[in-house]
Each structure stands twice: as C-alpha cells, then as structure tokens.
C-alpha cells in the first residue's frame, strides 16, 4: 500500500508509476525470452548428443570381448595389430548369430559398436601377453607354477579360444610367443626366467610395445622361410623351437591335447638335426620308435596339415 502526501499532485505520480510499470513488464518479457531461448539451446545441445551416443548392453559388450580373446588366440594371426579390426569384421559378419543386427541398423550404434570392438584391441591383447609370460615367468614369490607347452596350451585355450579347445597350430603358435618372451622379454636368473625389467617408468613407446615387436618377429620369419608353413625352413625352425621348449619346460604327456607331429622316445637335448634328415632317418630301416639319441623324430608329412 502506497501512501501520497497531502497536496501532492497524483497524476504525474500514476503516469510515473505506469511508466515504470510497463519497462518492468518489457523487462520481465525480455527475460522471459532470453532465459527460454538459453534453455532451448540447452535442450537442443543436449538432443544432439543423446543422439550421437547409443549404450551398447552389457550383454553385448560380453559377446565382442568374447570374439577379441578367440582373435588373440588365432593361431593362423600374421598382425595382432589388426585385432580391433578382425573383431569389428566379426562383429559384423555374426550379426544374426548374436544379435547385433538391430543395433548394426542404426548409424549411432554402429559407430559405437566400432569403437567398442577396437577398444577390446588393447585391453585383451594386454591380458593375453600376460597370460603367457606367466607360463614361463617366476613371480616375486617365486612360487609360479610354470608350465609345459602342452598344459600353457591348454589352459590359454580353455581361456581364449572359442569352444576352448585347441591344436597343434596353437601349440605352435604359442611355442613361437613364448620363445620370443624367452630370447627378448626375459632375464635368467639362475636356473628361472624372470621378466626383463624396463626403463620409463615400466612403460614403452607404442611403436616399441609387446606385440608390434612380435609382429615385426613374424614378419622378419615370413620373409625369411615364406608363408608356407609346410616349407621345409619352417618345420626346422618350429621343431627346433618346440624342443627347446619341451627341454625347458618339460615334455608333454599328450593328455591335454593331440600330440604334436613330433615323437621323442629319449631324453630332449639340445642337438638340432634338420628335419629332412629326421624325416629321413623316422622313414629307413624300420620304425620311428627306434631313433638314435639327439633326434627329434618327426611324423608323416600330412601331420602338418594342422597349419
């Protein structure tokens, strides 16, 4: 309530107040715009994004993690840095099998799908690389039970690879990682492998990382015995490397997996014969059974058709 004073003149106090009344109501609707225009551009702002992200199910997540650890596992495998891309090929080509064809649909999805499979690249690749050198590695404790070819096979298997079985190319494969990890990721320290301590905060150039150092490994094997694994080179260098391995770690038992295309009836030594004249020797003047000390007795040919 407003009180006016005795002889005080009020119209040129109601014009006052009218005036000042309707710059406040074209204050008050100039606000009123402005603020509605700020929250529509918020709410704008933020449809764009929501329509830019899709949630992938966890479900699913669980699925494309399965697919990257039987990709790691892939014992035919030329790069693992092209990991991320066999599983977004995957991902799309068992879209039907999986259920991913609903999400595939929708360009959103899709790219999150993507982003996701290449994601899994690392985190797997990194888990898989440890996953073997603690086959052949003693902890701090020195406690670590360290296991033959075969057993390592097996368990990494039942792991990674999808059904969780395994072969004789994945013995292989894992024969090769395995030998690299002993000659450039580890130390000896008396009679244990220990994993070789690096600068940097234990941390490595990406470019010098575990696996881009191993493919550059295969390539330079690729190059030198050809891509044909049934070649002559490669069968010299895979016997060679499963045996030292067998020397190292122990023999299998053949309980776990299929034996490998190799037959030793006497104590493994380090003797390295090519595996023509094994091959040659295992074929002349009876069975393979009666093989003289240092070979490596090799079967039929057709065994390595597991490559």
């Known amino acids: 309530m407003v009180m006016v004073a005795p002889l005080v003149e009020t119209e040129p106090l109601k014009l006052h107040l009218l005036t000042h009344a309707a710059i406040c109501r074209l204050e008050n609707k100039s606000n009123a715009n402005s603020d509605t225009a700020s929250v529509k551009e918020v709410v704008d702002s933020a449809m764009k994004q ?16 399965t697919l990257g650890r039987d990709e790691c596992a892939n014992p035919a495998r030329s790069s693992y840095g092209d990991v991320g891309k066999a599983v977004w090929a995957r991902c799309k080509a068992e879209a039907d099998i999986h259920d991913f064809s609903v999400f595939l649909s929708k360009t959103t999805h899709e790219t999150a799908f993507k982003k996701v ?3 899994t690249k690392k985190k797997m690749l990194q888990q898989f690389r440890d996953n073997i050198l603690a086959t052949i590695v003693v902890d701090e404790s020195g406690r670590k039970e360290l296991l033959n070819l075969e057993k390592a096979t097996h368990v990494l298997c039942k792991k990674y690879v999808k059904g ?10 894992f024969a090769m990682i395995r030998r690299f990890m002993r000659e450039f990721e580890c130390e000896e320290e008396g009679p244990v492998l220990k994993r070789r301590k690096i600068g940097n905060g234990g941390r490595q150039p990406q470019d010098e990382a575990f696996w881009g150092r191993f493919d550059k490994y295969l390539k330079e094997k690729m ?4 891509i044909n694994l049934k070649d002559d080179k490669w069968k010299e260098y895979l016997a060679e490397t499963v045996q030292a391995d067998w020397q190292r770690f122990g023999q299998p038992n053949n309980s776990l997996l299929p034996a490998l295309p190799f037959v030793s009836n006497n104590a493994i030594t380090a003797v390295r014969v090519p595996l023509q004249d094994i091959h040659d020797a295992s074929n002349s003047g009876g069975s393979g059974n009666g093989s003289a000390a240092g070979e490596l007795p090799i079967e039929q040919q057709s065994d390595y058709d597991h490559f």
Not at 50 to 65: G, N
Not at 223 to 226: I, P, R
């Open 164 to 173: 969780g079985s395994g072969g004789a190319s994945h013995q292989f494969r």
């Open 50 to 65: 929501l329509s830019k992200h899709a949630e992938i199910p966890s479900t699913s997540k669980e699925i494309i993690r």
């Open 117 to 119: 499979a290449e994601a």
């Open 223 to 226: 190059d030198a015995f050809g």
